[in-house]
C-alpha cells in the first residue's frame, strides 16, 4: 500500500468516530439529556468567575455548600465562556428562546469536549494496541448509550479530556521496539521529560476539577514508572504537579481565613450514602451491551497479562466502595476503559473469525460483523435518546419564574423588586444562576432542603411559590415554625400564574432505552408531575 493510500486510510479511521461522536453529542443539546441540579450549580459558579467574583464562590452568594468541590471547573467553563462573549453576546432576556439559548451554549461546550474526548480514546489505543483497536474503541465511546452523559455540564465532563490527555502523554512513553514510526518521532520531538511533566500537570488538573480522580495515579504512574529510562526520576517529576497543583485548593481555604469550611464540606462529601452496587446497577441498565463486553474484555486482557484496562477501572472501583457514595454519571471516567477492553476482545474475535472461516477472509465487511452490528445496535439507541425532547417544559417554567421577577434597572418597578422565590431545591437553584447572575433581577431564596425547619423569615413585600409534590411535602410537615405558618398562609393566599407539566416522566414507558428516563427521576430526584408557578403578597 502507498504511503498515500495509508495516509488516506488513517484518515478516515479517524474521521468516522469524530463525526459520530459529534452527532451522539451535538445533536439536540437542548431537548437530551433532561437538566440536572449540579448543572445549575457548575452555572452559577462559572456566571461568579465571568463576573469577576474570584474562584471559589463565597457563602455570602446564598450557596452553603462553597467547598464542595475544586474550583478549576468553573476557572474552565467561566473562562471559555467569557473568551466567546457569553451571555452577552446572547443578548439575554425572560423570553423562553432567551433561556434556551443560555443552555444552548454551555451544553454545545460539553459535546466539544465529547469529540476531544474521542479524538483522545482514539490515540490512547492507537498507541498501544494499534488501529483496528482504535477504530473500534473510539466509534465505541462516540456511539454507545452511556456516552450522553458528557451532554451535560458536569466536572465529570470537564475533567475528562485533562484525564484522556496525561494518560496518551504517559502512553507515548513506550519502549522504542513497539513504538510505531510516528509515535517514535513525535516522542523524539517532543522529549520524555516534556511527556512526563505534561501528563503530571493535565492530571493534576484533572484532579484540581474533582478529587477523585485521583484514583488514575496507579494507572498513569505505572505507566510513567514502566515506560522511563530513570523510573524513580521519571516518577518525582510526574508526581510534583500531580500534588501541586490540586493542593491550590486547600491553600485557598487557607489564605482566605476559611479552613473550617474546606474540612466541614469535604466530609460533608465522604459522609452521604448512595452504594457503589446502585450506580453499577444503573450503569447495567444505561448501556447493557457495553458493561457485559467490557468485563468480558477485562477477562480477556487480564489473561493475556495485558492489565492496561484492569488498572484504570479497578482502583476506582475499590475507592468508590470504600467511599459510599457514587452517582451512576460518576461511572463515565471508566466508561473509556469499557471502551477500550470491548475493542480487544472484538478485535481479537474477529481475527479469529477471520483465521477459521474462508468467507470471512474474502469479504473485509463481513470481517467486521461483530464490531458494525455492535456499533449500528449503539447508533439506533443513542438516535433513540438524543431526539427525545424533556427539556420543553422546564424552559417554561424558568422563563415564567424570570418574568414573574420584576427588573430593579427599571425605574417603574424598582416599587415591586423586593421578592422571594420558595420553592424545592430543584426550581430556586436550577433557576437562580439565570434570574440572578444573567438577568441581574435581585430576589431572595428560601430552599427547604437547606432550611427545613424554616428558620429563615420572608422579609420581601412580594413572593413567588414554585410548587411541586417535593415542595408541597416540605411546607405539610409538622414543624414548629411560625415563619411555616407564615409561608402556609401565604401560599394560600397567593394566585396561580401558571401550569406546566414535568415531560420527562411521561418519556418512561418501561421498555429499553426509553427505562433510562426513570434511572434519572430515582437518582436524580426529578420534580415530577404538575409544577405550579404561584404570586403571592406579603
Wanted: charged share 15%; hydrophobic share 50%; net charge positive.
Amino acid at each position: 500500500m502507498s504511503l498515500r493510500h495509508e495516509r488516506v486510510r488513517y484518515f478516515i479511521f479517524l474521521l468516522a468516530p469524530l463525526i459520530l461522536s459529534a452527532y451522539t453529542h451535538l445533536w439536540n443539546p437542548l431537548g437530551f439529556p433532561s437538566i440536572h441540579i449540579d448543572e445549575a450549580h457548575y452555572m452559577r459558579r462559572a456566571m461568579l468567575v465571568i463576573q469577576g467574583m474570584g474562584p471559589q464562590e463565597s457563602a455570602a452568594s446564598g450557596y452553603p455548600r462553597t467547598y464542595d468541590h475544586p474550583y478549576f471547573g468553573q476557572i474552565f467553563l467561566g473562562s471559555v465562556l467569557r473568551l466567546i462573549g457569553y451571555p452577552d453576546i446572547l443578548n439575554p432576556s425572560s423570553d423562553q428562546e432567551s433561556i434556551e439559548s443560555l443552555h444552548m451554549v454551555p451544553r454545545l461546550l460539553m459535546g466539544i469536549l465529547a469529540i476531544v474526548d474521542t479524538l483522545l480514546v482514539f490515540k490512547i489505543a492507537e498507541r498501544r494496541y494499534g488501529m483496528t483497536v482504535a477504530l473500534i474503541a473510539s466509534v465505541l465511546f462516540a456511539v454507545m448509550p452511556m456516552s450522553w452523559i458528557l451532554r451535560r455540564v458536569y466536572l465529570d465532563t470537564i475533567l475528562m479530556p485533562l484525564m484522556l490527555s496525561s494518560i496518551l502523554f504517559a502512553v507515548y512513553l513506550k519502549p522504542k521496539d513497539i513504538l510505531t514510526k510516528n509515535a517514535e518521532e513525535t516522542k523524539r520531538k517532543i522529549g520524555q521529560g516534556t511527556l512526563i511533566l505534561l501528563s503530571g500537570i493535565f492530571l493534576g488538573l484533572a484532579i484540581y476539577t474533582k478529587v477523585p480522580v485521583f484514583v488514575m495515579m496507579p494507572l498513569v504512574g505505572s505507566l510513567v514508572f514502566f515506560n522511563s529510562k530513570k523510573r524513580l526520576k521519571s516518577l518525582g517529576i510526574w508526581l510534583m504537579p500531580v500534588i501541586l497543583i490540586p493542593l491550590l485548593w486547600p491553600l485557598y481555604s487557607v489564605v482566605a481565613g476559611q479552613t473550617d469550611l474546606w474540612v466541614e464540606w469535604v466530609l460533608w462529601q465522604t459522609e452521604r450514602n448512595r452504594p457503589l452496587s446502585i450506580s453499577l446497577t444503573n450503569f447495567f441498565q444505561i448501556d447493557p451491551l457495553i458493561t457485559i463486553i467490557g468485563i468480558a474484555g477485562f477477562i480477556w486482557t487480564g489473561l493475556k497479562k495485558d492489565f492496561f484496562p484492569l488498572i484504570w477501572v479497578v482502583p476506582f472501583l475499590i475507592f468508590s466502595y470504600f467511599i459510599g457514595w457514587v452517582q451512576y454519571f460518576h461511572l463515565i471516567v471508566i466508561f473509556p476503559a469499557f471502551c477500550i477492553a470491548s475493542a480487544i476482545l472484538i478485535n481479537s474475535l474477529q481475527k479469529f473469525m477471520v483465521q477459521r472461516f474462508r468467507t470471512w477472509q474474502r469479504n473485509k465487511i463481513f470481517s467486521q460483523g461483530i464490531f458494525l452490528m455492535i456499533a449500528i445496535f449503539g447508533i439506533i439507541i443513542s438516535s433513540v435518546l438524543i431526539n427525545s425532547d424533556v427539556n420543553s417544559s422546564y424552559y417554561k417554567i424558568y422563563a415564567s419564574i424570570a418574568k414573574n421577577i420584576p427588573d430593579i434597572s427599571n425605574v417603574n418597578e424598582k416599587q415591586n423588586a423586593n421578592v422571594t422565590v420558595i420553592g424545592s431545591h430543584w426550581w430556586v437553584w436550577d433557576s437562580y444562576w439565570i434570574t440572578k447572575l444573567v438577568l441581574n433581577k435581585d430576589h431572595e431564596l428560601i430552599d427547604p432542603h437547606f432550611d427545613p425547619n424554616f428558620k429563615l423569615p420572608v422579609t420581601t413585600n412580594n413572593v413567588i411559590f414554585i410548587d411541586d409534590k417535593i415542595f408541597l411535602d416540605s411546607i405539610s410537615k409538622n414543624v414548629r415554625s411560625n415563619n411555616l405558618l407564615h409561608i402556609r398562609q401565604l401560599h394560600d393566599e397567593s394566585r396561580i400564574i401558571s401550569t406546566f407539566f414535568d415531560n420527562v416522566t411521561s418519556h418512561d414507558n418501561g421498555i429499553y432505552p426509553n427505562n433510562i428516563f426513570s434511572i434519572m427521576i430515582l437518582n436524580e430526584n426529578h420534580p415530577m408531575g404538575e409544577v405550579v408557578i404561584r404570586s403571592g403578597s406579603n
